[in-house]
Every structure is written in C-alpha cells, then in structure tokens.
C-alpha cells in the first residue's frame, strides 16, 4: 500500500501517486518519496517503505538507554532490601526505609518517562526530521547553483535512463556539471555557462529525436498599490512609460501588461504588472516608485503562487485541477474541511497542506506562516529573473 492520497511529501510537497517508493517513519509518522529524499537504492519490493528518521532514531535510542537504567536501579533497590533484611535496625526504622523504596523506583521511572515525552515532544515541535533536513539543504544548494539548465525530454517512450546515456554521449566534448531525473521521466542537466548551454541545446536541436528546453527564469511581477482605478488598461500604461521616462526601452509597450487588480483602501487598487527584466530594473533603479498622475506610488515584487481552490496544489487554477475532473471533493483553504472555502462559516483556520504532512497547521492555506506557503514563496522569488 502507499501514503494516503492526501499526504503530502515533507521535500517537494506534492501528494504520493505510486510511480516510486514512500518512506514514512514508524514513529512521527512524516513521510516522503525515494527520490526526493535521495533514498533511491532500497531493496523493498512494497511501495511504501517504513523507517525511522535520525532525530525519532536518537529518541528511541536515549529510551532505550534510560529504560536500561531503570532497570539497573530497581535491580539495585532489591539488592539493598535484601541487605536490610540480614541488618538488625529498629523496627520502626526498617519499615519507614522499606516504605520510601517503592516511592523511589516510582519517582525514578516517572522521571525518565516525562524526559522521554520532552524529548519525543521536542521533535515533533521542531519537525526536523529527516525529509525536512534534506530540503532544507536541497534550498541552500539551490541559492548557489548555476542557472544555466536544459531540460530534455525524449519524443517517444524511451527510458530515462537510456536518454541519458545518449546525451551524455552527444555533449562529450562539454563539461556537465549536474544532471538529476525528474518525476515525469525527464533528465535536467547543468551547464558551466550560457554560452556552452546554448551550443548544448542547438547540437541537441540536431538529432530530432529529443525535446529541448532551457531553464529560463519567469518574468516579474510587480505590484502598484494604492492607484486609482482606471478602467482604460492601455492607456494606464502608456501613462507609466511617459510619466517615468521608459520610452528608451526597445518595445517597452510590449513589455508591460496588467495581470490583475486587488481592492485597496479608499476606493483604490493594487495593481499587478507582469513586465521585462529590462523593465524591473529601471524601476527598481527609481527606488521602486512609480509616478502616476499626481501621485509617486510605491512598488513591490509579487510572489503569490498559482493556487487551485479545489484541491489546494499550487501550480494550476481550479478550473484545469485534475483533481476537481475525477469528482473529488474539494477542500476548504480556511479550515480544510471537505466543502467550498468561500462557503465556510466556521472560526477555525487550519491548513489543509499542513495537516497532510503532520505540521503545526492553525492557519490558512495562503498565510505567511504557512511553511509550505512560504517556501513556495522563495521558490518563486529564485525563479524570477528581476534583471538587477
């Protein structure tokens, strides 16, 4: 059997559907793919694989070893009852010394437990187990990688590892410096510059029989606060190129577009602007400001993923969610109950992605202190080309 389908793995944090193996710890609980947590080479034929994580493993272990000295007191403590019993003292004396032995095995072995407890408690409050120590390292590296990536996909139904073989031997003359399979089959290599990662992907253009892409980062998004409405989308930009001297840029009417709006105080709005890195950065060298008729407005880059209402993933909108076509139930972004979240009346906030993976989950789905939320977040920040 694998993980429930609506649990979700501690790395990537997407939902396990059985193309590779589940590792769950037996004693938090928390679980994650094989892949993700670079556990590749188990032997087990079953699909999900029980295991213990370091930090429950360190638990269990002090348990042991304080179990184990338990014993050796009480062991102790029968010892010394037999000694008083072959010792001549005052009547009133040896059953008083009698007595307080028990009380102290008791005492002893109600310590030791509640050090287990704090100590098990701890974990789970951390929530450092071993999938969560990997992605937090798989973050850092990300900071520091090269972003000079092709993503290659084979036209029709060969092997992953049989592509990768091939690629290799096409690009022998070129340094790669990482590769790594991804969950749909394709293989994602790192160059050691733009240039030997475009001369990469045109000699890989040549074969025909591989589809070839580049890493390249997403486009900004900038946020406009507090403008007043104007319901004429193509002249508020042209506004924006006039009043704040970007005509110089090539094309820049084509690099400008209104995304969205979000209300805001006093009849105004927030507005959303997807625009060129060329662009980001001239504003960016304006100390993030925008004039607007008679106003200075201030700017902020916007990082709010793509979030589905229906199955609470991130990455699509409820309207093509896979999820919503197979007659799921949809589950509520404010307190994870199975109904619409705009239909919810209840006080309670819990998050839905949160509580699949057994995290602190008081909150909403979409709220900063969402670690899940968060780290999407940053995902998207490091992905975002902001052209300074």
């Known amino acids: 059997m694998g993980s429930p389908v609506d649990e ?20 938090c609980k928390l679980g994650g793919h094989s892949t993700c947590t670079r556990m590749t080479g ?20 002090s348990e042991v070893h304080l179990r184990e000295e338990i014993n050796v007191m009480k062991s102790d403590i029968i010892e010394i009852k037999n000694m008083l019993k072959d010792i001549r003292l005052p009547e009133n004396l040896q059953n008083s010394v009698m007595a307080a032995l028990p009380a102290l095995t008791d005492g002893v072995t109600l310590a030791v437990e509640e050090a287990v407890s704090a100590q098990s408690g701890q974990v789970e409050k ?17 900071t520091q990688k090269n972003k000079n990536l092709l993503i290659i996909k084979a036209k029709g139904s060969k092997k992953a590892v049989d592509m990768k073989k091939e690629v290799e031997e096409l690009l022998s003359d070129v340094q790669i410096m990482d590769s790594k399979f991804t969950n ?16 990469a992907q045109n000699k890989l253009h040549e074969v025909g029989n591989l589809i070839v892409s580049n890493g390249k980062r997403w486009y ?29 840029i090539d094309g820049v009417i084509n690099k400008i577009k209104i995304v969205s709006e979000r209300p ?12 060129d890195p060329e662009v980001r950065a001239r504003i960016h060298g304006m100390n993030d400001k925008l004039k607007l008729k008679w ?7 916007h990082y709010f993923p793509l979030l589905c209402y229906h199955c609470l993933k991130f990455g699509h909108k409820s309207d093509s969610c896979q999820c919503k076509v197979k007659g799921h139930a949809p589950h509520c972004y404010k307190c994870a109950g199975q109904h619409e979240g705009r239909s919810c009346q209840s006080d309670v906030r819990k998050c839905f992605n949160c509580a699949a993976s057994k995290c602190q989950s ?7 202190s969402c670690p899940i939320f968060t780290s999407e977040v940053n995902r998207i920040r490091l992905n975002t080309n902001h052209g300074f």
């Open 295 to 301: 106003g200075v407005h201030q700017v902020y880059d």
């Open 220 to 248: 900004p998004k900038i946020m406009v606060c507090n403008v007043a409405r104007n319901e004429d989308k193509e002249s508020l930009i042209e506004e924006i190129i006039v009043r704040n001297n970007l005509e110089s």
């Open 184 to 199: 749909k089959g394709n293989i994602v290599i790192n160059l050691e510059s733009e240039e030997k990662r475009n001369a």
């Open 126 to 142: 951390d929530g450092m187990n071993w999938a969560e120590v990997v992605s937090r390292s798989r973050k850092r590296k990300r």
């Open 264 to 275: 805001a105080v006093g009849g105004t709005v927030h507005y959303v602007l997807k625009c």
């Open 42 to 61: 188990l032997k087990s034929n079953a699909s999900e694989v029980n295991w213990v994580c370091d930090p429950c493993a360190l638990v269990i272990n």
């Open 362 to 368: 008081e909150h909403s789905v979409s709220s900063l």
């Open 8 to 27: 979700l793995c501690l790395v990537c944090h997407e939902r396990d559907y059985g193309k590779v193996k589940w590792l769950k710890c037996l004693k």
